[in-house]
């Protein structure tokens, strides 16, 4: 199977990721995959509390290898993809 989301290989893989990121966000926040924008925030518009960030912060080490990402310094979606 092959997917082409970009102009080039990396710009796939980049749109791959970034599916993925957003389908992790929203089983964790219990929203719809639609409604995740890289405008919103965290803490103000997901509500995000200690519980939800330990598991967000669990779900993207295991769908990304191992990826320890600071969750504390993230304010909005967008901060996170340019992470990851």
Known sequence: MCI???DNELASVKALMDM???ALIADTFEVG???IDNNLEFRTDLGM???KEVEL????SEYFNG??????????IGDLHELV
């Open 4 to 6: 082409k989301a970009g």
């Open 20 to 22: 993925s990121l957003n």
């Open 33 to 35: 995959i639609d409604d």
């Open 49 to 51: 509390k200690a519980m």
């Open 57 to 60: 912060k669990e779900n993207i």
């Open 67 to 76: 990826l320890d990402v600071d969750l504390q310094h993230m304010v909005t």
